[in-house]
T-cell receptor
């Protein structure tokens, strides 16, 4: 079945550091891929998405590219801020939506 | 525009009790899903629906029932609560799953 594997956390970075959170997937067909963010005590918010191979999703300085050849959708940001501290989830959708375990990011001033 | 509304926000149940978690959306979305979130395990799909009258099981359906009589509502029923069902439950909806889901704010359930 479909599944998502993302790098284990927690990840701790200093402000303005470069961020990469790895995500790989297993799917039977051609899923859409997503990154969601969850701030403390809140539900999940859609951060970005890509619906086909080679698409790049981007939002708020975050970006991720749908790589079919490596079945990956890594999240990157060039310069993180304290306000980016949250839990990030990679997900895929092919009818229903499946999530990775989440990666907690803490950004220190 | 309320989005996805879940009630209650918090609930404590005794083992063996039953209850229904409510979920309503006002966006005319066809797709609706229930997830549970446990530490270190991400979100696991319990049940989902692709339209009124149509439901299907997800990864962890045991102990839960759903029905979808209207487009707006997708209640989740716990038949006989167990401590293993202590979790945070999220409802989500989407016009089409390829565009991503909108999530409710969650229900924190504790079974003692």
């Amino acid at each position: 079945g479909n599944s998502v594997t993302q790098m284990e956390g927690p990840v701790t970075l200093s402000e303005e550091a470069f961020l990469t959170i790895n995500c790989t997937y297993t799917a039977t067909g051609y899923p859409s891929l997503f990154w969601y963010v969850q701030y403390p005590g809140e539900g999940l918010q859609l951060l970005l998405k890509a619906t086909k191979a080679d698409d790049k999703g981007s939002n708020k300085g975050f970006e991720a590219t749908y790589r079919k050849e490596t079945t990956s959708f890594h999240l990157e940001k060039g310069s993180v801020q304290v306000s980016d501290s949250a839990v990030y989830f990679c997900a895929l959708s092919e009818g229903d939506m499946r999530f990775g375990a989440g990666t907690r990011l803490t950004v220190k001033p | 525009n309320a989005g996805v509304t879940q009630t209650p926000k918090f609930q404590v149940l005794k083992t063996g009790q039953s209850m229904t978690l409510q979920c309503a959306q006002d966006m005319n979305h066809e797709y609706m899903s229930w997830y549970r979130q446990d530490p270190g395990m991400g979100l696991r799909l319990i049940h989902y629906s692709v339209g009124a009258g149509i439901t299907d099981q997800g990864e962890v359906p045991n102990g839960y029932n759903v029905s979808r009589s209207t487009t707006e509502d997708f209640p989740l029923r716990l038949l006989s609560a167990a401590p293993s069902q202590t979790s945070v439950y999220f409802c989500a909806s989407s016009w089409d799953s390829i565009y991503g889901y909108t999530f409710g704010s969650g229900t924190r359930l504790t079974v003692v």
